[in-house]
């Protein structure tokens, strides 16, 4: 490596780094700042899933290690909206020629900044390796904040979760933060849906909510990741790079690097891009001395929008998405004493090959949110209730198909709500037009392995579009594809 870990502890050594640093986790970091804690990433690996004490950050700097700060916060809620260049087929592109990958990015980017600016929100932009994150903050002593916890709902085990999981200090997650932390993952899956929808006709590249499989194009299947995944989980387990930190994930995955390409890197800095065009910050992130200077003049304070998201949440509370959250909600899972009479009944053989092989053999394949998009997709055409396909997906989650530490602090019926919420609202909202909801695209995408299949998943494409167009989503035939009687 061309910045080895000694000169990385020169660079943490510079005052000015330090000094940004110590703003962006909210006061003297070697003594008690706002993040509850912080998470290091080593040469060899990230350590995303450890939890440090602020007081051992000095530790972190004098190894030369990338710093990421945790989203839980004691003053505040802080929200961060995460857009980065992905490519399935060569994804080293975004390391050896990170100018175009950037340009991709550049029409998401400036949405993202128009959408926040329309209710009057201007977040610290960072750029990162591969992308860009957009981080704010609501202070945990607002109207607004209350506001937050009367949208949010988190489940029992959920809230469990939290009781029983203290940070490094003994800090813990209270249902009151925890519900607020659930509001603001719903406004940022409504923001989300105005950038997607607003961005879509300006980028060359396909736009989804998290890294989802795409086409292939002339350089692969690449795509934008407009990336909102992280309010699928637990405040406890998320971070968020810290600006001025050093940025070691080609490092971390050697693997997918050809030749010499690893050996050519230069290094690679989180820097505040604010003011910065892409090719000007491109060139500034990989000198040392340059960043250090950018350090001495760049505020990484996050900066509070509390007041600003009154409007934000009267957006939301006006929308159409509102209304189907609340339908979404309006019923339950089914109990888990009774899933042996219920979603362990499932009829697998009205479904695709496909979604047979992936409920029998749920892990890794609903782990993939492409995959996951399909299941809402087809179950949807079925008649089934958004609501209790999450149930089907948390049935999954919560046996033994040999997850490892896959839910280690984190909560099955939370990530199977989200992905369910997330991707039915999609649909519900048209962001979503089912292009691809088709088997030459799920070949293309590179989710469908099933040498003989007698599905076709048009059928159920049509079903979908038929039961929107009659209002008979959730509705009898359960379990079977809508054909209405005559069409108008």
Known sequence: MKFDSAKRQAYYADAHVRARLDDFF??????????????????????YREQHSLRTMEEGMASGEELNRSLWD?????????????????????????????????????TVRRV????GISPLEVMTGRGYHFVWRIRRDSPQFEQLVSIGRISESLTSLYAGNAAPDGDRVSPHLGKAFAGLGILMEYLAHGIKSEAGSLTAVPIEMGAIEVGPGEYGREMISLDITEYGDPLIVRSVRAPFSVYLKPWQQPWLAHGE??????????????????????????????VQALAAHS???????????????HGYRSSPLHQFHEWYYSTEH??????????DRTDLQVMPTCLRQALACPNDALLRPGWVRRLVRVLLSMGWHPRHIAGLLRSKYERDHDWGEQWFHCDPCTRADF???????LIMMRVDGLVDFNCQSAREEGLCSVSQCSGNLMLY??????????ERLAHSPFHGLYVPESHP
């Open 26 to 47: 909210g006061g003297a970091f070697l003594g008690q700042g706002s993040a509850v804690y912080f998470t290091p990433g080593t040469d060899s690996e990230s350590h």
């Open 74 to 110: 004691r003053e505040s809620l802080v929200a961060h909206l995460d857009v980065e260049y992905v490519n399935f087929d060569f994804p080293f592109e975004v390391y050896t020629d990170p100018r175009r990958a950037f340009e991709l990015q550049e029409p998401v980017r400036q």
């Open 116 to 119: 926040l600016c329309r209710y």
């Open 261 to 290: 390409e690893l050996e050519m890197l230069e290094p690679i800095f989180c820097i505040p891009s604010r003011g910065l065009n892409p090719a000007d910050a491109l060139r500034l992130r990989s000198s040392p001395e340059a």
């Open 299 to 313: 505020s990484t304070l996050i900066p509070d929008f509390s007041a600003e998201h009154e409007y934000l949440i």
């Open 334 to 343: 089914d109990p888990i004493e009774a899933w042996t009479e219920t979603y």
């Open 419 to 425: 992905y369910a919420r997330v991707f039915s609202g």
């Open 461 to 470: 494409r049509q079903s979908l579009i038929d039961r929107k167009r009659y």
